[in-house]
């Protein structure tokens, strides 16, 4: 008999070791090293030359050729995907449990099969019949969607070669075994592998494949890092599980943009689309409060406007505290240092919370005025008029820099019936005032800004 050959694997980072350990040098977690049977067997090559062999094209001989694109009729979705889903594509869908990831699943499966599409749904964590009840309360009924509850990745390859789907959507991943690996379902060896000849599968057949991946305690989607790195496209499903908006931002797509989102509400029959983001934002906000301004921000082509809102109160403490919430806590710091240092407002006795309204993240640098401003009005306790937006980022020198797409981040805040907008002023070479009916305001540093805001 073949001896078996064993490895220690890390399950949160994919690190291999030929001996148990505690703590894991590549990630440094505790305890997530299990041991894994490795299949020794190898495909030996007779004197180093495969005798498979495929002859190199030029690239100059190879024909171009337009991706095909589904179309999920989820405007959002769609956006996020960079127009479609693409066939022959591997998509990565991630996020907490609970966010809603199964939820635009079923419901996009449901939209692609009413076009003629035939959809395969796989789920390994739910029967076909809690699946059933569902469908049924989100009002999904479509001849050409099809469901299977298997783990087992030899089925499910019988499966998609009897019926011969469009897209095929697994639900999820760290459910899926082969039966030629005998490490557990979940494992590292078990997920590389399923992934991998699901890839071969959507490229060999044309077939788009949507997975599902869980995700660490930290963010990240669980296993190995090669998962995301093998897959076409990586989608995050982000926001609070106590919020109703959700946000589907993508951090890979090599078939489109990386920088788009779409935004969705979670309502008793599903996700709904968030057509204006900058008025679900900015709906609730109190007039004549100080500590809340509105910037215009820019994700990938959408721009829309968010509130953010500061808290400046004192502290009897020695030590004050900053808080963050959906902004970069280091910038927040950086905004804090740079108003002690070049507007001489002095915050090391106050305690400082920043937040953006609505449970969304944010790290875009043209934030930087709209932190600012918000501290200072809290801080002095005077409202700045609800009327009023600003944008810009700010340097080490209390300088306002120049931020992209500035005409569009204006018609935004001119289409939501503001009167006016403080921008950098570097951003005023080449704009033409007359285009706009908002006044615009040009400012080269913070003083000058608050001066125009106060």
């Not at 968030?274 to 994700?299: A, C, F, H, Q, Y």
Request: net charge neutral; hydrophobic share 40%; charged share 25%.
């Amino acid at each position: 008999m073949r001896k078996k050959k064993t490895l220690f694997v890390c399950q949160e980072c994919g690190y291999e070791s030929p001996k148990w350990m505690g703590k894991c040098p590549g990630c440094n977690q505790w305890n997530t090293i299990t041991e894994e049977i490795v299949d020794s067997r190898s495909n030996k090559r007779k004197n180093g030359i495969s005798s498979k062999t495929k002859k190199p094209e030029k690239i100059v001989d190879l024909k171009s050729e337009n991706e095909k694109r589904i179309k999920s009729n989820i405007l959002e979705l769609d956006r996020v995907l960079g127009g479609g889903i693409v066939r022959g594509s591997l998509v990565l869908f991630g996020g907490d449990p609970g966010i809603g990831k199964s939820t635009l699943l079923i419901q996009a499966s449901g939209e692609i099969s009413k076009n003629g599409q035939k959809v395969l749904y796989i789920t390994g964590e739910e029967s076909s019949a809690q699946l059933k009840l569902r469908a049924d309360r989100l009002n999904i009924s479509s001849e050409e969607l099809y469901i299977l509850a298997e783990t087992d990745l030899d089925i499910i390859f019988s499966s998609i070669d009897l019926m011969k789907p469009d897209i095929v959507i697994i639900d999820s991943i760290q459910t899926i075994f082969s039966p030629d690996i005998e490490s557990a379902p979940g494992s590292v060896s078990q997920v590389r592998e399923v992934t991998s000849v699901l890839m071969r599968k959507a490229k060999s057949e044309d077939i788009a494949i949507l997975i599902v991946g869980h995700v660490t305690k930290e963010g990240a989607i669980a296993g190995p890092r090669v998962l995301e790195h093998m897959v076409d496209t990586v989608l995050y499903f982000e926001g609070e599980r106590h919020n109703t908006y959700r946000v589907l931002r993508g951090v890979k797509n090599r078939f489109g943009s990386t920088n788009e989102i779409g935004i969705f509400e979670m309502k008793q029959d599903g996700l709904i689309e968030v057509k204006n983001p900058s008025e679900m934002l900015i709906s609730s906000r109190p007039d004549d409060t100080e500590g809340s301004i509105v910037v215009p921000s820019l994700e990938g082509t959408r721009p829309m406007l968010i509130e953010i809102q500061a808290l400046v109160s004192s502290t009897p403490f020695g030590m004050p505290r900053r808080v963050a919430t959906g902004l970069d806590y280091n910038r927040v710091i950086l905004m804090t240092a740079v108003l002690d240092k070049k507007a001489g407002i002095h915050l090391e006795s106050s305690d400082i919370y920043v937040n953006i309204v609505g449970g969304i993240n944010i790290k875009e640098p043209a934030l930087d005025l709209g932190i600012v401003a918000a501290i200072i009005s809290s801080f002095r306790e005077r409202p700045i008029d609800s009327k009023i937006a600003v944008v810009g980022e700010i340097g080490l020198t209390g300088e306002i820099r120049s931020v992209s797409s500035i005409d569009k981040r204006i018609i935004e805040v001119q289409k939501m019936g503001f009167k006016k907008i403080i921008v950098p002023k570097a951003n005023l070479k080449g704009l033409k005032l007359k285009d706009f009916d908002i006044k615009i305001i040009g400012v080269s540093t913070i003083i000058e800004a608050v001066r125009e805001m106060m």
